[in-house]
């Protein structure tokens, strides 16, 4: 499957390691290595997360992380879509 990263996920995403990098650069880079890394995993693993609290959505929790990323998988079309990137503390569904 091929594994979209839509607009918003981008925003969010990086607006959740700017605010890392404030106080710690080396660790905004290592998260989101991580981020990458397991996201990747969602192309030959789709139903990898758990089921989302949004119908229609997964949510894969990013280990050693505070971020969950919040997906919906197209299986029709062989398509992950990753629609955010939030961290553990914030509410979901917006």
Not at 28 to 57: C, F, H, M, N, W
Request: no cysteine; proline share 4%; glycine share 6%.
């Amino acid at each position: 499957m091929i594994v979209e990263w839509l607009p918003k996920a981008i925003s969010t995403r990086d607006a959740q390691l700017d605010y890392i990098a404030q106080n710690n650069p080396v660790a905004a880079i290592e998260y989101g290595d991580l981020v990458a890394q397991q996201v990747s995993q969602l192309s030959t693993y789709p139903e990898l997360g758990r089921a989302g609290r949004k119908q229609g959505t997964r949510e894969l929790v990013i280990s050693r992380t505070s971020f969950v990323v919040i997906y919906r998988v197209k299986a029709k079309v062989k398509r992950v879509e990753i629609l955010r990137v939030l961290h553990g503390s914030q509410q979901w569904p917006l």
